[in-house]
C-alpha cells in the first residue's frame, strides 16, 4: 500500500508542478540566488521516434515488474522506508512518461544553474530510490 500511495504522490505533485510551470506567461517564473524556476523544454533525440519511445515503455515496464517480484518473493523492500522509497521512483518514471508520450519532450524546471534542469519526478526517481536500496540504520 505504501507503494502506491508514494507513487500516486509523486505523479500528482510531478504533474501538477509541470502543468503550473507550463501555464506562467514567462518561461522564467521565478528566481532566487540559489535556483531559477523555469520551464526547460528537455527533448531527447530518441523519445521522438516510436523506437524511443518503445525503449522507455519496455525499460518502466521492467523496473515495475521487478519491483512486483521483489514484493511478491519477500526478497526486497522490507522495511515501511524502502516501499515508500520505491512507490517515489515508480511515480517519478510514471511521471516523465506521462510527459513523453503526450509531448515527446520532459518538462524540468528546477535550474541550479550549475547542475542540469531536473523536475519533481527527477527528484522522486533519485532520491526514492536511495530509500529503495540504501540500508538506513
Known amino acids: 500500500m505504501e507503494i502506491l500511495v508514494a507513487g500516486i504522490l509523486v505523479l500528482a505533485l510531478d504533474q501538477g508542478t509541470k502543468l503550473w510551470v507550463r ?4 518561461h522564467s517564473v521565478g528566481q532566487s540566488p540559489i535556483v531559477r524556476i523555469r520551464e526547460v523544454r528537455a527533448v531527447r533525440p530518441t523519445f521522438g521516434h516510436r523506437r524511443g519511445r518503445v525503449s522507455l515503455i519496455v525499460g518502466w515496464a521492467i523496473g515495475f515488474i521487478s519491483v512486483w517480484m521483489l514484493l511478491r518473493t519477500g526478497a526486497g523492500l522490507q522495511t515501511e522506508l524502502a516501499r515508500i522509497g520505491a512507490g517515489a521512483a515508480l511515480g517519478g518514471a510514471t511521471g516523465n512518461l506521462v510527459d513523453i508520450l503526450r509531448r515527446c519532450a ?3 524546471f ?5 547542475w542540469p534542469a531536473f523536475n519533481l519526478a527527477d527528484v522522486g526517481i533519485v532520491v526514492g530510490l536511495m530509500l529503495a ?3 538506513i540504520s
Not at 110 to 114: E, L, P, Y
Request: glycine share 6%; hydrophobic share 40%; net charge negative.
Open 23 to 26: 501555464t506562467r506567461s514567462s
Open 133 to 135: 536500496f540504501v540500508p
Open 106 to 108: 520532459v518538462t524540468d
Open 110 to 114: 528546477i535550474d541550479f544553474g550549475w
